[in-house]
């Protein structure tokens, strides 16, 4: 018991110590490279969490990332490895402005509609690799990898075809399919944080509770560890690849439906991937694939990447910085090895 | 223009694109087999794009022609040394594999970007003004079909490419190198019982994959990008390990993936100014290579094996 | 008398236990000696140790009487020591040759010299009787074969002290006779052997002296000669042992299983099973006795759903079992204890407590409507873990943490505790020792007793002959003999089980 | 609010020492080698003339993804800037938001119009758009090429298949069927500004095909283009390139390849229009057309791979459209009719 508790105080002190050290690696690099990390990291602070708006923005940021991040943890969990999580976005992303543009519905009615399209087209982007997987045994890391690329082309061009508004960009959805929020918006003044979030912290309350409290958890994680003893104890292994590739790419789905309906309001017709998918894996493993730590995490990211325009404003650090202390940050959580064994052996010579 | 001209263009292309994978997807084989996981593929070429570039840029005056060279020498040298971070965090550090490999591409993209920035004030480069060319074989090019086929307008970077595989194949299957090598990937322990520094041999795998996708990289940037910015290596880091696990982790096999891609690619690019193609709506040109890429695995190309111990760190006496 | 080994007062330690707590090993020049111990006793350490991939933390080893410092096997594979492992440390995807050379290629040019390798390979496999097919693939060939490959690769390097960590746990009775002369072979050749056991026979049969330790301690060591199987036993667990299972006759009911004219495929679409006929009733045991690799794998897939048949019938009371899916098999009334734990027993990763409820994790009282009941799942776990004596800190240790001994136990447990029509026990003792086998034998009795048919597959003839009330003799797919334990003998068996006529079996069956 | 006083102060009585101007770059970045960066030149020029400080008088931020745009707009807005340039249309519904939340503070968007979600013409006061007549600076170099081509096989590459590079594609190609009705014109779209490798594969077939010049309105796509273009010159192919936005006589070097260029001068633009707001006479609601007239597009100061015959044309043709004579198309629909009347 004593361990136990040990143990999870140690896993919580990783990641904040892997923080700081980033942190304090990126600011010898600000030194290196010439500019002033105080005043540096001070500008970004406050681009991270300031003033309200700068908190709109980091929520507005951080609320893709989670549905990103879970996407990839929850296949990670089940033994999958979701690359595909990008284009699965861009599928969702496409649905959701699609039904929220064409369809004239009251908003009780079109919101979740859109926000099922979205779900619902990732999760059959995320069904091809899975049932190839299950089916012929293809390795899911190429397909979905092939299957971004088949994303994005497709959306632009169903873009183009069917809801083009000029400019490169979709027309804009409906109010009733908006999740824009003018009361966000008011005590943020004028962020673009919208009610996606909500959306958001429940999903990822729902993939904690759907593989820690349900024996459907169960299985999907059991046939990540071990598809012979999950096969002898009468579980389907294929059909449980199946459904675990769905339901990351639904995640994923309502990732892109963020976009669609909540910060940008239309879709743009893209000729390079958006990255947030890739973010979505780096979240994940930040987050040691746990849903809390992904929120958290999340938050630091998206934090981050909003906040990297002021400090390049303010103080005219590259805003690649931030790229460098992410990975960094991501290195010494992955690197925690060391020091969770040193850590365990104070604990240790403790007691 | 003839069929043969159009067969001409698109195996031309083909050799011209797959280059850069073919390194890269062959420094996938060397970490995979050692058993280490290589998402930072993408990170790694990007970083040998970036130590191209600024090579030859600094270079290209004083060196003329041999500057691009240069650049690739260094590049390999560079982006070897960028995966001992990977090395260590993976086989010392013990970080899991694709995490870390993550890790990299991020590190990559910020810190060549953010160079750039400090080092030219801007945030992408000038264009080269010496390129890797390419070139007529001497004789081969006169070879009547053949000739056009495969010795005409091809940059020589892509024979290289093509003469490495076969190399990194017979080091693989045919050297005590290679047999360690695997046999590390496979079963470390086992290895280790055989006196055989198991620890060594993954760090050499990890460092030959940065070599190679170092390469790849610059290879990439000084024959076809011509400048580096953010956006020169787009994805093609993930292609090229794509191309690695459909060629089941076979430089020959990889090497083969690589030239399908081309392949695929350049057809589907031409193919809107061949007749016949040309009717074919335009998104369907371009899905159709990594729509094939599915088919071929799905169909005929069958299941691929990863090495056993690959994603495992290798701790003495776990079982 | 000179020692060619001498490990003196050796200590090593894993985070949390003691796994050789001051252990002395002395061994002759010229004998075989037997290293005796309970699952976790430390044997395998103490060898690893030897064998240079642990570092002891105390004591040192002397190698023909001069000091040494073994700090990776390279060094002991330069001082002439080979060990065979517990578990084979072959690579599956090389070639028997590829696996033997490994770490030592011979080379011209850079290249590998690999039919020189083989060549030299085959002389010294006829050298030492130890046949092999030099080009094989690891994942091809027999049990038997890969362990010949793991002494090959140690004379290949010409090592005189051979170790050999539980070599006979997974062979078949001819291999284990086959081994044995090989041993014997190796002695005449002038080296000594170290035989890590749990089979106090093969060390009476074979062994010089044998050095007892239990708990990580050394309790002692003693000249075979002098000494009988139940010293020994008591010896290594420290109290009494009985190995004959005392069992009263069975009572046999109404029959339980019915598989009449089965055929079924392997993964290479070769009938593996070729119609083959067995009944068993409640109230019995039937054991399965036949040489590894005919259809005892493939019969057993079959009957729990693992595997399609291609044709016959599996009825298990009235119920035809074959078109049934492994879930509704398992609910009609089947248990399974698979032959591979760590394959299909068990999520190594899951805790043991997780592990108990494999089967039942998706029923009451452990699931209503989809929700886990984790409070239930683990109150179950401890009454089992009770129940069965399962070795472990607590029902939250991930399986992976535990003996096999241990984590077999938590497997029948799990599958007895159901209590099915039919229980299948596959290699249910294989790797364990006495005290372990002992409990596992009792178990599967008195779930014979209450009316259970037990269907008993084992490599192993004691086993069988031990447990089984009826001896259904396999080969290559079919049953060729039904005999009675009480009326045969291990030379009968092991003539049926090699395919031999059968003109006694009328009478025994 | 005060960002607004500013703003008037600032106009009212052209007191430059507090002006402040900004710009946002789309994701191009502003070193683009195109509008973004010859935006950036326009503010720089104009900055040195006023001797205001970069940074503090004149500054610009760069997006680096899609999302950045707004984020970077309104910092413009919280420092008190008095205005601020957002380059690229992809930053048109941001320009809008923007604005309409701040209605005090001026903002300008180039190569776009404001529209409404269904696509309609919308004006805010306090936006100025700024647009170019990018068919007919790309009607010039067609005249060029028209008249310079010896293989009467001209190409196209647009980047991505858009209005705004339609607005290329059809000037060039009416540019072209004006001079020599019988050229070939092939037409192809990357369908990505960034794709060096699919750029070249394009042009060489182009090249393959017999076409000897191609013009290009693809951005990173385009250094394909070049780098194609190059590896025939070496080889002794009589190939050019015509370059697009800026003058790309750079990107031609060391072997030649750029015939010459189509020029779009957004840096004049931005310093016209940052004057007239220093001056208080800022064009809000306005949409701000640039052309031959205003020197907005043209054809490239370099003009060394062009011959006199070339040139006197060119400049024939000019005069034409100054004079309104000829009317050149700015979409397929216009392009159509405008060939039907070629005699
Ligand atoms: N890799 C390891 N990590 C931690 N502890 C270990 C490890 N291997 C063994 N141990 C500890 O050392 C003790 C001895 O293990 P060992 O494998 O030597 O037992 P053994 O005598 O070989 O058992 P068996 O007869 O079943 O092979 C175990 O009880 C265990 O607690
Ligand atoms: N990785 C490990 N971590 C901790 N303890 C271990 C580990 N591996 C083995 N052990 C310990 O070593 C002891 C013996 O392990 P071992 O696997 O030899 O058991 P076993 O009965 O021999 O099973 P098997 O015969 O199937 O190998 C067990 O008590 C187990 O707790
Ligand atoms: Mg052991
Ligand atoms: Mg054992």
Same mark, same amino acid.
């Given at each position: 018991?004593?361990?136990?508790?040990?143990?999870?105080?140690?896993?919580?002190?990783?990641?904040?110590?892997a923080a700081?050290?980033?942190?304090?690696?990126g600011?010898i690099i600000?030194?290196?490279?010439?500019?002033?990390?105080?005043?540096?990291?001070?500008?970004?602070f406050?681009?991270?969490?300031?003033?309200?708006?700068?908190?709109?923005?980091?929520?507005?940021?951080?609320?893709?990332?989670i549905?990103?991040?879970?996407a990839?943890?929850?296949?990670?969990?089940?033994?999958?490895?979701?690359?595909?999580?990008?284009?699965?976005?861009? $599928?969702?992303?496409?649905?959701?402005?699609?039904?929220?543009?064409?369809?004239?519905?009251?908003?009780v009615?079109?919101?979740?509609?859109?926000?099922?399209?979205?779900a619902?087209?990732?999760a059959?982007?995320?069904?091809?690799?899975g049932?190839?997987?299950?089916?012929?045994?293809?390795n899911?890391?190429?397909?979905?990898?092939?299957?971004?690329?088949?994303?994005l082309y497709?959306?632009?061009?169903?873009?183009?075809?069917?809801?083009?508004?000029?400019?490169?960009?979709?027309?804009?959805?409906?109010?009733?399919?908006s999740?824009? %929020?003018?009361?966000?918006?008011?005590?943020?003044?004028?962020?673009?944080?919208?009610?996606?979030?909500?959306?958001?912290?429940l999903?990822?309350i729902?993939?904690?509770?759907?593989?820690?409290?349900?024996?459907?958890?169960?299985?999907?994680k059991a046939?990540?560890?071990?598809?012979h003893?999950?096969?002898?104890?009468?579980?389907?292994?294929k059909?449980n690849i199946?459904?675990?590739?769905?339901?990351?790419g639904a995640?994923?789905?309502?990732?892109? %439906?963020?976009?669609?309906?909540?910060?940008?309001?239309?879709?743009?017709?893209l000729?390079?991937?958006?990255?947030?998918?890739?973010?979505g894996?780096?979240?994940?493993?930040?987050?040691?694939?746990?849903?809390?730590?992904?929120?958290?995490? %999340?938050?630091?990211?998206?934090?981050?990447?909003?906040?990297?325009?002021?400090?390049?404003?303010?103080?005219?650090?590259?805003?690649?910085?931030?790229?460098?202390i992410?990975?960094?940050?991501?290195?010494?959580?992955?690197s925690?090895?060391?020091?969770r064994?040193?850590?365990?052996?104070?604990?240790?010579?403790?007691? | 223009?003839?069929?043969?001209?159009?067969?001409?263009l698109?195996?031309?292309?083909?050799?011209?694109?797959?280059?850069p994978?073919?390194?890269?997807?062959?420094?996938? $084989?060397?970490?995979?087999?050692?058993?280490?996981?290589?998402i930072?593929?993408?990170?790694?070429?990007?970083?040998?794009?970036?130590?191209?570039?600024?090579?030859?840029?600094t270079?290209?005056?004083?060196?003329?022609?041999?500057?691009?060279?240069?650049?690739?020498?260094?590049?390999?040298?560079?982006?070897m040394?960028?995966?001992?971070?990977?090395a260590?965090?993976?086989?010392?550090l013990k970080?899991?594999?694709?995490?870390?490999?993550?890790?990299l591409?991020?590190?990559?993209?910020?810190l060549?970007?953010?160079l750039?920035k400090?080092?030219?004030?801007?945030?992408?480069?000038?264009?080269?003004?010496?390129?890797?060319?390419?070139?007529?074989?001497?004789?081969?090019?006169?070879?009547?079909?053949?000739?056009?086929?495969?010795?005409?307008?091809?940059? $020589?970077?892509?024979?290289?490419?093509?003469?490495?595989a076969?190399? @990194?194949?017979?080091?693989?299957?045919?050297?005590?190198?290679?047999?360690?090598?695997r046999?590390?990937?496979?079963?470390?322990?086992?290895?280790?019982?055989?006196?055989?520094?198991?620890?060594?041999?993954?760090?050499?795998?990890?460092m030959?994959s940065?070599?190679?996708?170092?390469?790849?990289?610059?290879v990439?940037a000084?024959?076809?990008?011509?400048?580096f910015?953010?956006?020169?290596?787009?994805?093609q880091?993930f292609?090229?390990?794509?191309?690695?696990?459909?060629?089941?982790?076979h430089?020959?096999?990889?090497?083969?993936?690589?030239?399908?891609?081309?392949?695929?690619?350049?057809?589907s690019?031409t193919?809107?100014?061949?007749?016949?193609?040309?009717?074919?709506?335009?998104v369907l040109?371009?899905?159709?290579?990594?729509?094939?890429?599915?088919?071929?695995?799905?169909?005929?190309v069958?299941?691929?094996?990863?090495?056993?111990?690959?994603?495992t760190?290798?701790?003495?006496?776990?079982? | 008398?000179?020692?060619?080994?001498?490990?003196?007062?050796?200590?090593?330690?894993?985070p949390?236990? $003691?796994?050789?707590d001051?252990?002395?090993?002395?061994?002759?020049?010229?004998?075989?000696?037997?290293?005796?111990?309970?699952?976790?006793?430390g044997?395998?350490?103490?060898?690893?140790?030897l064998?240079?991939?642990?570092?002891?933390?105390?004591?040192?080893?002397?190698?023909r009487?001069?000091?040494?410092?073994?700090?990776?096997?390279?060094?002991?594979?330069?001082l002439?020591?080979?060990?065979?492992?517990?578990?084979?440390?072959?690579?599956e995807?090389?070639?028997?040759?590829?696996?033997?050379?490994?770490? %030592?290629?011979?080379?011209k040019?850079?290249?590998?010299?690999?039919k020189?390798?083989a060549?030299?390979?085959?002389?010294?496999?006829k050298?030492?009787?130890?046949s092999?097919?030099?080009?094989?693939?690891i994942?091809?060939?027999?049990?038997?074969?890969?362990?010949?490959?793991?002494i090959?690769?140690t004379?290949?390097?010409?090592?005189?002290?051979l170790?050999?960590?539980?070599?006979?746990?997974?062979?078949?009775?001819?291999?284990?006779q086959?081994?044995i002369?090989?041993?014997?072979?190796?002695?005449?050749?002038? =080296?000594s052997i170290?035989?890590?056991?749990?089979?106090?026979?093969?060390?009476?049969?074979?062994?010089?002296?044998?050095?007892?330790?239990?708990?990580?301690?050394?309790?002692?060591?003693v000249?075979?000669?002098?000494?009988?199987?139940?010293?020994?036993?008591?010896?290594? @667990?420290?109290?009494?042992?009985?190995?004959k299972?005392?069992?009263?006759?069975?009572v046999?009911?109404?029959?339980?299983?019915?598989?009449?004219?089965l055929?079924?495929?392997?993964?290479?679409?070769?009938?593996a099973?070729?119609?083959?006929?067995?009944?068993?009733?409640?109230?019995?045991?039937?054991?399965?006795?036949?040489?590894?690799g005919?259809?005892?794998?493939?019969?057993?897939?079959?009957?729990?759903?693992?595997r399609k048949?291609?044709?016959?019938?599996?009825?298990?009371?009235?119920?035809?079992?074959?078109?049934?899916?492994?879930?509704?098999?398992?609910?009609?009334?089947?248990?399974?204890?698979?032959?591979?734990?760590?394959?299909?027993?068990?999520?190594?990763?899951?805790?043991?407590?997780?592990?108990?409820a494999?089967?039942?994790?998706?029923?009451k009282?452990?699931?209503?409507?989809?929700i886990?009941?984790?409070?239930?799942?683990?109150?179950?776990?401890?009454?089992?873990?009770?129940?069965?004596d399962?070795?472990?800190?607590?029902?939250?240790?991930?399986?992976?943490?535990?003996?096999g001994?241990?984590?077999?136990?938590?497997?029948?447990?799990?599958?007895?505790?159901?209590?099915?029509?039919?229980?299948?026990?596959?290699?249910p003792?294989?790797?364990?020792d006495?005290g372990?086998?002992?409990?596992i034998?009792?178990?599967?009795?008195?779930?014979?007793?209450?009316?259970?048919?037990?269907?008993?597959?084992s490599?192993?003839?004691?086993?069988?002959?031990?447990?089984?009330?009826?001896i259904?003799?396999?080969?290559?797919?079919?049953?060729?003999?039904?005999?009675?334990?009480k009326?045969?003998?291990?030379?009968?068996?092991?003539?049926?089980?090699?395919?031999?006529?059968?003109?006694k079996?009328?009478?025994?069956? | 609010?005060?960002?607004?006083?500013?703003?008037?102060?600032?106009?009212?009585?052209?007191?430059?020492s507090?002006?402040k101007?900004?710009?946002?770059?789309?994701?191009?970045?502003?070193d683009? =080698?195109?509008?973004?960066?010859?935006?950036?030149?326009?503010?720089?020029?104009?900055?040195k003339?006023?001797g205001?400080?970069?940074?503090?008088?004149?500054?610009?931020?760069?997006?680096?993804?899609?999302?950045?745009?707004?984020?970077?707009?309104?910092?413009?807005?919280e420092?008190n800037?008095?205005?601020?340039?957002?380059i690229?249309?992809?930053?048109?519904?941001?320009?809008q938001?923007?604005?309409?939340?701040?209605?005090?503070?001026?903002?300008?968007?180039?190569?776009?119009?404001?529209?409404?979600? =269904?696509?309609?013409?919308?004006?805010?006061?306090?936006v100025?758009?700024?647009?170019?007549?990018?068919?007919?600076?790309?009607?010039?170099v067609?005249?060029?090429?028209a008249?310079?081509?010896?293989?009467?096989?001209?190409?196209f590459?647009?980047?991505?298949?858009?209005?705004?590079i339609?607005?290329?594609?059809?000037?060039?190609?009416?540019?072209?069927?004006?001079?020599?009705?019988?050229?070939?014109?092939?037409?192809?779209?990357?369908?990505?500004?960034?794709?060096?490798?699919?750029?070249?594969?394009?042009?060489?077939?182009?090249y393959?095909?017999?076409?000897d010049i191609?013009?290009?309105?693809?951005?990173?796509?385009?250094?394909?283009?070049?780098?194609?273009?190059?590896?025939?010159?070496k080889?002794?192919?009589?190939v050019?390139?015509?370059?697009?936005?800026?003058?790309?006589h750079?990107?031609?070097?060391?072997?030649?390849?750029t015939l010459?260029?189509?020029?779009?001068?957004?840096?004049?633009?931005?310093?016209?229009v940052?004057?007239?707001?220093?001056?208080?006479?800022?064009?809000?609601?306005?949409?701000?057309?640039?052309?031959?007239?205003e020197?907005?597009?043209?054809?490239?100061?370099?003009?060394?791979?062009?011959?006199?015959?070339?040139?006197?044309?060119?400049?024939?043709?000019?005069?034409?459209?100054?004079?309104?004579?000829?009317k050149?198309?700015?979409?397929?629909?216009?392009?159509?009719?405008?060939?039907?009347t070629?005699?």
């Open positions: 018991m004593k361990i136990l508790r040990n143990e999870r105080f140690i896993n919580i002190l990783i990641p904040i110590v700081i050290l980033g942190l304090l690696v600011g600000m030194l290196i490279g010439g500019y002033d990390p105080v005043f540096g990291y001070q500008s970004l406050d681009g991270m969490v300031g003033d309200p708006k700068a908190l709109g923005e980091t929520v507005r940021a951080m609320t893709p990332l549905l990103a991040g879970i990839v943890a929850f296949a990670f969990k089940t033994g999958l490895f979701n690359i595909g999580v990008e284009g699965q976005l861009l $599928v969702g992303w496409f649905a959701a402005v699609f039904v929220g543009y064409k369809f004239d519905l009251p908003a009615i079109h919101i979740p509609l859109s926000l099922l399209a979205a619902a087209a990732g059959l982007w995320g069904f091809v690799p049932f190839l997987k299950a089916r012929f045994r293809v899911e890391v190429i397909v979905t990898i092939m299957m971004n690329y088949i994303a497709t959306t632009s061009f169903l873009i183009k075809t069917y809801i083009y508004g000029g400019n490169e960009k979709s027309y804009n959805i409906k109010e009733s399919a999740l824009a %929020s003018p009361f966000f918006a008011s005590i943020t003044d004028n962020s673009r944080m919208h009610y996606g979030i909500f959306v958001a912290l999903a990822a729902v993939m904690w509770f759907l593989l820690s409290k349900t024996s459907k958890g169960y299985e999907l046939v990540g560890y071990n598809q003893a999950s096969q002898y104890a009468g579980m389907s292994v059909g199946i459904l675990s590739m769905v339901i990351s995640f994923a789905g309502l990732a892109g %439906s963020m976009e669609g309906l909540g910060t940008f309001q239309y879709m743009n017709s000729s390079s991937f958006t990255g947030t998918g890739f973010d894996i780096a979240v994940a493993l930040l987050g040691a694939n746990s849903a809390i730590g992904i929120v958290l995490a %999340s938050f630091l990211f998206g934090g981050l990447k909003t906040a990297a325009p002021e400090m390049n404003f303010m103080a005219n650090v590259p805003s690649e910085l931030v790229g460098i992410i990975a960094l940050i991501i290195f010494f959580v992955a925690s090895y060391v020091v064994w040193f850590l365990t052996r104070l604990g240790k010579e403790g007691k | 223009m003839s069929f043969l001209d159009i067969l001409a698109i195996t031309q292309a083909a050799l011209y694109s797959a280059a994978l073919i390194f890269t997807a062959l420094g996938g $084989v060397f970490s995979e087999r050692s058993g280490v996981v290589n930072g593929l993408e990170g790694l070429m990007l970083f040998g794009a970036f130590t191209g570039i600024v090579t030859t840029l270079f290209q005056d004083s060196l003329g022609a041999a500057a691009p060279w240069l650049g690739i020498g260094l590049a390999a040298l560079a982006s040394i960028f995966a001992l971070i990977h260590v965090a993976t086989i010392t970080a899991d594999q694709t995490v870390s490999g993550v890790a591409n991020f590190l990559a993209a910020g060549s970007v953010f750039i400090n080092i030219y004030g801007k945030g992408q480069t000038d264009f080269i003004q010496v390129r890797i060319d390419k070139i007529d074989v001497p004789v081969l090019s006169k070879i009547p079909v053949i000739g056009d086929l495969f010795f005409k307008s091809v940059p $020589v970077t892509s024979y290289i490419a093509i003469a490495l076969f190399l @990194v194949w017979y080091i693989i299957y045919k050297t005590p190198f290679g047999l360690r090598l046999s590390v990937g496979e079963h470390p322990m086992a290895a280790d019982t055989m006196g055989i520094n198991v620890t060594a041999m993954r760090y050499v795998g990890v030959l940065g070599l190679f996708a170092g390469i790849g990289g610059a990439y000084t024959s076809i990008a011509t400048n910015s953010g956006t020169t290596i787009a994805g880091g292609l090229a390990l794509a191309a690695m696990i459909f060629g089941k982790w430089p020959l096999g990889a090497l083969g993936a690589a030239l399908f891609f081309g392949l695929a690619q350049s057809l690019i193919g809107e100014q061949i007749p016949y193609i040309q009717e074919i709506p335009n040109l371009k899905i159709a290579p990594y729509l094939l890429t599915i088919l071929a695995l799905t169909g005929f069958g299941r691929a094996d990863a090495p056993k111990a690959l994603g760190p290798y701790e003495k006496g776990k079982r | 008398m000179e020692y060619v080994i001498e490990m003196l007062n050796i200590r090593k330690e894993f949390g236990i $003691v796994a050789n001051n252990i002395t090993l002395q061994v002759q020049k010229g004998e075989i000696h037997a290293l005796l111990g309970e699952n976790g006793a044997k395998s350490t103490l060898m690893n140790v064998f240079g991939l642990y570092q002891p933390e105390k004591g040192e080893i002397k190698v009487g001069e000091e040494v410092k073994i700090t990776n096997p390279n060094v002991a594979n330069g002439g020591i080979g060990m065979v492992h517990q578990h084979f440390m072959l690579v995807k090389f070639t028997v040759t590829e696996n033997i050379i490994l770490g %030592s290629e011979p080379t040019a850079g290249k590998i010299q690999i020189e390798s060549q030299k390979i085959e002389a010294l496999s050298q030492y009787g130890l092999v097919d030099p080009y094989a693939k994942e091809d060939i027999s049990v038997g074969m890969q362990q010949r490959v793991e090959l690769k004379l290949y390097r010409g090592a005189d002290i170790i050999f960590d539980e070599p006979t746990a997974v062979l078949t009775p001819q291999e284990i086959e081994l002369q090989i041993m014997k072979n190796l002695i005449k050749e002038g =080296k170290i035989l890590i056991t749990h089979k106090l026979k093969e060390i009476m049969s074979v062994c010089d002296r044998c050095t007892v330790i239990r708990k990580g301690k050394g309790i002692g060591t000249t075979v000669a002098d000494t009988n199987a139940d010293e020994l036993a008591s010896l290594m @667990v420290g109290r009494e042992v009985h190995f299972t005392t069992k009263k006759d069975a046999p009911q109404g029959i339980v299983l019915d598989i009449h004219d055929v079924v495929e392997d993964s290479r679409g070769v009938s099973v070729n119609g083959l006929n067995l009944e068993v009733r409640s109230g019995e045991i039937v054991g399965i006795a036949g040489v590894e005919n259809g005892q794998t493939e019969l057993i897939e079959a009957i729990t759903g693992l048949a291609k044709s016959g019938s599996v009825k298990l009371k009235d119920l035809d079992l074959t078109p049934l899916s492994t879930r509704k098999i398992t609910e009609a009334g089947v248990g399974h204890i698979p032959q591979d734990r760590h394959k299909h027993g068990l999520v190594l990763d899951y805790t043991i407590g997780a592990n108990t494999l089967q039942t994790y998706y029923k009282p452990f699931s209503k409507g989809g886990l009941n984790y409070k239930k799942i683990y109150e179950k776990a401890r009454t089992l873990i009770k129940e069965f399962v070795r472990t800190p607590s029902e939250y240790t991930p399986a992976r943490a535990l003996s001994g241990n984590q077999q136990k938590a497997i029948i447990a799990r599958e007895v505790d159901r209590s099915p029509e039919l229980l299948i026990a596959a290699q003792t294989r790797g364990l006495v372990a086998i002992e409990f034998h009792s178990k599967l009795v008195e779930e014979r007793d209450k009316g259970r048919g037990v269907l008993l597959i490599l192993e003839l004691d086993e069988v002959m031990n447990l089984s009330d009826r259904a003799v396999i080969y290559e797919g079919k049953i060729v003999a039904v005999v009675d334990p009326t045969t003998n291990e030379q009968e068996l092991g003539l049926l089980m090699a395919g031999g006529k059968q003109e079996v009328g009478a025994s069956s | 609010a005060c960002g607004s006083d500013n703003a008037e102060k600032a106009g009212g009585d052209g007191k430059k507090n002006f101007v900004g710009m946002v770059t789309d994701t191009g970045g502003v683009d =080698k195109s509008f973004n960066q010859s935006a950036w030149e326009g503010l720089q020029a104009f900055g003339k006023h205001l400080e970069e940074g503090t008088g004149y500054k610009y931020l760069q997006s680096t993804k899609a999302d950045d745009y707004q984020p970077n707009l309104s910092k413009f807005v420092a800037y008095d205005l601020t340039f957002g690229g249309f992809l930053m048109e519904d941001d320009i938001k923007a604005a309409e939340q701040n209605p005090k503070s001026n903002f300008a968007l180039v190569d776009s119009i404001l529209t409404d979600a =269904k696509g309609n013409p919308v004006t805010l006061d306090n100025a758009a700024i647009t170019f007549k990018e068919n007919v600076g790309s009607f010039l067609g005249v060029a090429a008249n310079q081509t010896k293989t009467n096989k001209i190409g590459i647009g980047g991505v298949d858009s209005p705004l339609k607005k290329f594609e059809s000037g060039f190609k009416a540019g072209v069927k004006s001079v020599n009705p019988k050229a070939e014109i092939i037409v192809q779209y990357a369908g990505d500004f960034n794709a060096p490798e699919k750029g070249s594969s394009i042009a060489a077939t182009m393959e095909q017999g076409a191609i013009y290009h309105s693809a951005g990173g796509t385009g250094n394909g283009v070049f780098t194609e273009a190059k590896n025939r010159k080889k002794g192919q009589d050019w390139v015509i370059g697009v936005d800026r003058d790309q750079e990107e031609g070097m060391p072997e030649n390849v010459t260029s189509m020029i779009k001068r957004v840096d004049v633009a931005v310093q016209e940052t004057q007239e707001a220093m001056d208080g006479k800022f064009p809000g609601g306005k949409e701000v057309v640039f052309g031959l007239e020197d907005g597009v043209g054809i490239a100061p370099t003009k060394d791979n062009l011959t006199e015959e070339t040139l006197k044309l060119v400049d024939e043709y000019q005069q034409k459209i100054l004079k309104g004579e000829i050149v198309p700015a979409t397929d629909d216009e392009y159509k009719e405008f060939e039907s070629l005699k």
